[in-house]
């Protein structure tokens, strides 16, 4: 269709104002020539600033307060029209040729289905950090760029009977991490419409495990297209070593429960239950889960405590490489033990005064 942007830009804000206009001055300097590509802000406040951005621009303006960020992301490509949905988190940015190489890559391989890049991390004045709090995105196989053929990968998984995003993460390490840093065709969250409803967070593994399973090509780079902002802010960076010992455990809470939620969502049914990073990652969230004295928490539904199925998820875990010790079977195995008497807010107080004696006197 004449006049159809080719890209569109989901530009997701919830609760923070204070960094989306400058994610949206870096939209406005993308070399890539406007009738190419569209941007849809999805947010739940007002901002003078904002909102003038995106009215100079005929951007579209979606007001949506669902805390789950897949439905956020729904909301958004209801109003795109892009064959390509790019992505970018209110405190993110993109260098000025980022669309512009998002282009050039989904235009030269007709069955692209997901692009990766890499960043530099800044802090919250926008300074380049010397000593980023994580690695950087970089392929581990075969240079930069790189096109995966994901049908090969799957079949070569297959052989090695590893689940296939764990050999993805293999090809590059953190494939899938960053939103602000990928791409996917549209079909590919088309077809996992009713799975993204269900979303609360980590919509970055959900793209890459979605895009395995539509599979197609890959497209990786090394080339630092994105600036990651950490600041104290970010959901992933909240320290969860400040203020007092009751703040500490809420905060720890409030992370692991939609965690262990998305983590079960994409390893079990985008993932087909394989033993994988995801799977893997729930398995010991709830095991941290269950060791949190809350009462606020009160008592734990089964879905979130410890199983004989837990017990044989950790033993494919270990068996994968995902748990490097037998100790941390061991842990599985007592979890399993006292599940009754952590599944309640008293019994969970009762081994957490335990554990800290233990630590203390070790």
């Known amino acids: 269709m004449t006049g159809q942007p080719y890209i569109s830009v989901i530009v997701t804000a919830y609760n923070r104002r204070k960094y989306l206009p400058f994610a949206l001055r870096s939209l406005e300097a993308q070399t890539l020539p406007r009738d190419r590509f569209e941007v849809v802000v999805v947010k739940n406040f007002e901002d003078k600033e904002s909102d003038s951005i995106i009215s100079r621009n005929g951007w ?6 669902d805390p789950y ?3 956020k992301i729904l909301a958004g490509l209801e109003e795109s029209r892009g064959e390509v949905i790019a992505f970018l988190e209110d405190d993110d940015m993109y260098v000025s040729n980022r669309l512009e190489e998002v282009y050039k890559a989904f235009t030269s391989y007709k069955h692209l289905t997901y692009f990766h ?6 802090d919250d004045k926008g300074s380049v950090l010397e000593r980023p709090p994580l690695p950087t995105p970089k392929n581990l196989v075969g240079g930069s760029p790189i096109v995966v053929d994901v049908d090969k990968l799957r079949r070569l998984a297959k052989r090695y009977n590893v689940s ?3 050999l993805a993460l293999k090809v590059r390490a953190s494939a899938w991490y960053n939103s602000s840093s990928l791409a996917v065709r549209r079909s590919v969250l088309e077809a996992r419409r009713p799975l993204l409803r269900e979303l609360p967070t980590a919509f970055d593994a959900f793209a890459l495990a979605s895009s395995l399973g539509a599979g197609g090509l890959m497209y990786l780079t090394d080339e630092k297209l994105t ?8 959901w992933s960076f909240v320290s969860v070593d400040k203020g007092s010992k009751e703040e500490m455990r809420l905060r720890r809470a409030r992370y692991l429960l939609p965690e262990i939620s998305a983590c079960r969502l994409i390893g079990s049914r985008l993932l087909n239950d394989e033993a994988n ?6 398995d010991g969230d709830k095991r941290a889960l269950l060791t949190l004295p809350l009462p606020e928490l009160g008592a734990l539904p089964p879905a979130l405590r410890i199983s004989i199925s837990d017990v044989k998820l950790a033993l494919r875990c270990y068996k994968v490489g995902h748990y490097k010790r037998l100790v941390d079977l061991a842990f599985v195995m007592g979890h399993l033990l006292l599940s009754p008497i952590l599944a309640s ?11 800290e004696s233990v630590r203390r006197q070790s």
């Not at 990073?277 to 729930?282: A, G, I, K, N, P």
């Not at 807010?345 to 554990?355: E, I, N, S, T």
């Open 345 to 355: 807010p008293r019994g969970r107080l009762f081994v957490g005064k335990l554990l």
């Open 69 to 71: 960020h897949g439905r």
């Open 164 to 166: 296939v995003i764990d």
């Open 117 to 122: 890049n890499s960043w530099t991390i800044i």
């Open 227 to 234: 600036l990651f902002r950490v600041h104290g802010e970010n």
């Open 277 to 282: 990073v995801c799977l893997c990652t729930e």
């Open 60 to 65: 579209k303006d979606v007001y949506n307060d």
